[in-house]
């Protein structure tokens, strides 16, 4: 929503969100990226959310191969990529038909008139070209032949036509540039630097976001340009980070805070691979990255490796949580430190892979054989995957267990701003790595810390403490098989103690806005920017709303019910069809629930939030 | 062996507390025996081994070892060693595995731990039959073979270990009679020293649910006719009276006899074990009448474990980022004041 600053003068903006559509080969990630990025560089709080086709290499032009990426600027806090779109660029009658609905009416839309040729506008699926027929008179809509004058201000180059036409993404982003008054330093520099061999290139590119640019000055495409003033950030260095790359450097933190090296096995799945992508890019730090052939001998190898003494990962979506369930249920009866990252998306089976939803939550609590008790955390936003990576590895490593952390395909893809951090600021781990000298008398493998109920880790390799674990059950602390009836009920309590014990070592559940009143909205994981969104705003027009967002599920902070008891009425929203209201309804029955659900592989609209949220409080 | 640093262990002190519940009469013991007797001779301390097992009654094999030790999941012990390898090169990692956990739920594994060429010592207890769960037919029982699960005649027909290993690129292939302590032992020793995934196939004698299944090749009666031990460099010779041996006729090996048909001692292939094409070491694995017992193959390449630390330091010595607050702080960053 373009929101106008009621203050100064008119042509300063509180936000944008501009959303750049095209053919997936049409450039419209990095021309995101460049609008992004440069906003941050002017001190803009941003939020990003790219959009690809599931198809790889759909056909040109049609609506399959559609991607986009969304930007979210403004000048006080962004929570989320934005829900309506003020500003589409759309290079081809395919993206414009894909991405039309997100458009309100009265906003602006910028075509390439070049590409609304017969063909193109079949392909799309459109009767009539839709510049003509009308269906765009509630828009402000700009016409620009971009192919043809970004043709035209590099023939000179010395390119072919498809090389040229590789750059009309940035003529685009010269049109926005003004629009927006961003400046086009950092775009050129970018050129410059990654493009070093390819002279050609970079001339092409700035040629034509300068022309761009002066094409939209000289056209006066608006009346004067707009300024969106930079947020009030709290200071420090910043950079843009999206969840899985964040994800990535919260174990490269945890493993050198630990001093282990970082092992993780995993297997390629959509939309977690990037995890991998990443940390095989960073060997140099000792970390053991091994593509595994399947899902099983992912987590499998992880197993060993934290046997080893590794502080040891394996990442997967759903249907890979799925396949890694037995070999869970061997870390948990063997105690050993393990973090499985399941990045989240639409389910059941393959689902929907490309979107997003928070529909393992069960799976991830419950879906083992036996009493199988799992930590459980989910990181809120995409810079806070950095931190929770970081803590379900301490958690992991001092509670000898392993821990579920949940992020989802929005988070996970989703970019904002994150305040750098350094290893030196983060907590403290201690990991439970023993040798001989250590133990007093005999060892006993699953002899027991008496605050953390955690066993001691003696790694092969360690004189004197040779022992052997395994699937089958323990006896109480020698670790030796035991078929014992009573042993097996004790040590099941036992691991579940374990797990039950942590929720001494973790912080309070905080509820934003109203400490107390009308209406808790309950939420966990990565809807937090929508939920805070509509939560806040309302609280700030005056609404006694609160948001309890959690972060930590198993085991869930120990204020939980106190601050439930402070609302008259409690709401949980999640992208499912109502799993976290379950598991409250049976952890804490004392309380009534009414729940929101959206299960459309997309997030919670904030609009739709607040619409919602106001009409349970005006039915009171 | 010579490490003055490596106590002078027994085969006692590697033998656990536990109670070894394996049927009396099973080969189970005899390979238990071997490698209490073998890791002596290897020269390694005894915390640097790990034995790790996936389910089935050999699987029970690491709880009898007092060594490091992990009785996995059923199919995954190749899996899990493979990250405890990764983890610690310096470790001698074994997998504790059978005919049903290798070939059947964990084929996968193990023909990827083999194509990787990891350095893990496998010894696969192939008695042709699901022992622990009664009685099944497995990926390796005979056509026909009647079992609780083929009252009527097995109509899966078999993998053969040594052709699914070879044809997974295995470099290193031995196959042990289960009964036979020396010849396991000299076998165990040469795996652990080959660097590299080392396949070691025991025909492992069932005596409750397959009795008698190797009896063709192991019984002392006929042994020395049906099983025919190859030594690298050595003529294939074989037979009660030694005058038995191999020739290769056209695509084909052939059983001949020395002073018969003109066939004379030099005429009998010799066993090259370290040749790096596999067509006659698949020949060898896979013939029946002798069957071919010892190192069938023996190809030594870099190993899995070897390049990924390798990698390692390469990247290190080239790594733009030495640390990981350098990485975090690297590329477009800007200041809020
Ligand atoms: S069932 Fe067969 S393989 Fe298993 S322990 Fe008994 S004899 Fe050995």
């Known amino acids: 929503m373009i929101q106008e600053n009621s203050s100064s003068d008119k042509n300063t903006l509180k936000n944008v969100v501009i959303r750049f559509v095209g053919d997936s080969g049409d450039g419209m990630q990095l021309t995101g990226t460049q609008f992004s990025t440069t906003s941050a560089l002017l001190g803009n709080d941003i939020a990003t959310f790219p959009n690809y086709p599931s198809e790889i290499r759909a056909p040109q032009g049609t609506v399959y191969g559609v991607s986009g990426f969304q930007v979210h600027i403004g000048e006080s806090a962004i929570y989320t990529p934005g829900d309506d779109v003020d500003v589409l660029v759309a290079m081809n009658p395919a993206a414009l038909k894909v991405n039309i609905n997100s458009v309100k009416a009265g906003k602006t839309i910028i075509v390439d008139t070049d590409s609304f040729t017969a063909k193109n506008i079949s392909k799309a699926g459109y009767d009539e070209n839709p510049l003509l027929s009308g269906d765009l008179d509630q828009y402000v809509v700009i016409e620009a032949p971009i192919t043809s004058l970004t043709r035209e201000a590099i023939k000179d180059v010395g390119l072919n036509k498809k090389a040229m036409d590789r750059s009309k993404n940035m003529f685009a982003l010269g049109m926005v540039y003004w629009m927006f008054t961003r400046p086009m330093e950092h775009t050129i520099d970018f050129f410059k630097k990654k493009f070093k061999s390819k002279p050609l290139v970079i001339e092409a590119n700035i040629k034509t976001l300068k022309a761009g640019y002066n094409f939209a000055q000289t056209l006066e495409l608006m009346p004067s340009p707009l300024v969106i003033l930079p947020a009030k950030m709290k200071p420090g260095t910043y950079r843009i980070i999206n969840g899985n790359t964040a994800t990535a450097w919260g174990f490269l933190a945890a493993a050198e805070k630990s001093g282990l090296d970082l092992y993780l096995g995993s297997y390629p799945i959509t939309p977690a691979t990037d995890i991998l992508h990443e940390l095989v890019k960073h060997l140099q730090f000792g970390v053991k990255a091994f593509q595994a052939e399947d899902e099983i001998a992912g987590i499998s190898s992880t197993i060993g490796a934290s046997f080893a003494g590794k502080l040891a990962i394996t990442t997967t979506s759903g249907p890979g949580l799925a396949l890694k369930g037995e070999a869970l249920g061997l870390a948990v009866m063997t105690e050993l430190p393990i973090v499985v990252v399941n990045v989240q998306r639409g389910g059941p089976s393959t689902g929907l892979p490309t979107k997003t939803e928070q529909s393992d939550l069960m799976q991830a609590l419950y879906g083992r054989n036996g009493e199988s008790p799992a930590i459980v955390i989910a990181a809120s936003t995409p810079e806070n995957c950095f931190d929770f990576a970081f803590e379900a590895s301490k958690l992991a490593l001092e509670h000898m267990t392993p821990v579920i952390l949940l992020t989802d395909g929005y988070i996970a893809n989703g970019s904002a701003p994150w305040k750098i951090k350094t290893v030196e600021e983060m907590p403290n781990i201690s990991h439970r790595q023993v040798s001989a000298k250590d133990i007093d008398g005999e060892f006993e493998p699953y002899a027991r810390d008496a605050e953390t109920l955690a066993r001691s880790w003696a790694i092969p390799g360690t004189e004197g403490l040779e022992h052997r674990i395994g699937g089958l059950e323990k006896a109480i602390d020698t670790g030796n098989v035991s078929m014992d009836p009573l042993n097996h009920e004790e040590m099941t309590k036992i691991r579940q103690a374990k797990v039950d014990k942590v929720a001494d070592f973790i912080p309070n559940l905080k509820v934003e806005g109203a400490q107390e009143g009308e209406l808790l909205v309950v939420g966990w994981g990565g809807t937090f920017g929508s939920m805070f969104t509509a939560v806040n705003s309302m609280f700030e027009d005056g609404k006694r709303i609160g948001l309890a967002h959690f972060n930590y599920i198993n085991p869930m902070p120990k204020n939980v019910a106190d601050i439930f008891s402070k609302y008259k009425k409690i709401i949980v929203c999640e992208l499912n069809n109502g799993q976290f209201h379950t598991v409250l309804n049976a952890k804490y029955p004392q309380f009534d629930y009414m729940k929101y659900n959206k299960i459309q592989g997309l997030p919670f609209s904030v609009l739709d939030l607040i619409n919602k949220f106001n009409q349970i409080l005006d039915n009171k | ?337």
């Open chain 2, 1 to 337: 062996m010579t490490d003055s640093n490596i106590p002078m262990y027994t085969f006692k002190d590697f033998a656990s507390d536990q109670e070894v519940r394996w049927c009396p009469g099973c080969d189970d013991y005899v390979v238990l025996k071997s490698i209490q007797k073998a890791l002596p001779q290897m020269g390694r301390k005894k915390e640097d081994f790990v034995f790790i097992s996936g389910i089935g009654c050999s699987s029970r094999f690491p709880y009898y070892v007092a060594t490091y030790g992990m009785h996995g999941i059923h199919g995954r012990a190749a899996a899990i060693a493979t990250g405890v390898k990764l983890a610690n090169k310096n470790l001698s990692v074994w997998v504790a595995t059978g005919d049903g956990d290798s070939l059947a739920i964990g084929g996968n594994h193990f023909i990827h731990l083999i194509r990787r060429n990891i350095d893990i010592n496998l010894v696969l207890f192939n008695n042709e039959i699901y022992g622990l769960t009664k009685g099944q037919f497995s990926p390796t029982s005979l056509m026909g073979q009647k079992t609780k699960s083929s009252p009527f005649g097995n109509i899966q027909p078999p993998f053969h270990p040594g052709e699914l290993a070879i044809g997974s690129g295995s470099r290193f292939f031995a196959r042990v009679a289960g009964g036979n302590t020396k010849m396991q032992q000299s076998i165990f020793i040469d795996a652990e020293k080959f660097k590299g995934t080392a396949i070691v196939e025991v025909l492992q004698n069932c005596v409750i649910f397959n009795d008698g299944a190797f009896d063709k090749y192991t019984d002392r009666a006929v042994k020395d006719d049906a099983q025919l031990y190859v030594e690298h460099g050595k003529p294939m010779i074989f037979g009660k009276n030694s005058n038995k041996g191999l020739v290769l006729n056209g695509l084909k090996l052939e059983v001949v006899t020395i002073g018969e048909n003109g066939v004379e001692e030099k005429d009998i292939l010799v066993h090259d074990a370290h040749n790096p094409d596999s067509t006659l070491h698949l020949m060898l694995a896979k013939m029946h009448m002798p069957v071919v017992t010892g190192i069938i193959r023996a190809v030594k390449e870099k190993t899995y474990d070897e390049l990924c630390n390798e990698r390692i330091e390469e990247v290190k010595n080239n790594a733009k980022f030495k640390s990981v607050n350098e990485l975090f702080a690297s590329g477009e960053t800007y200041e809020v004041k």
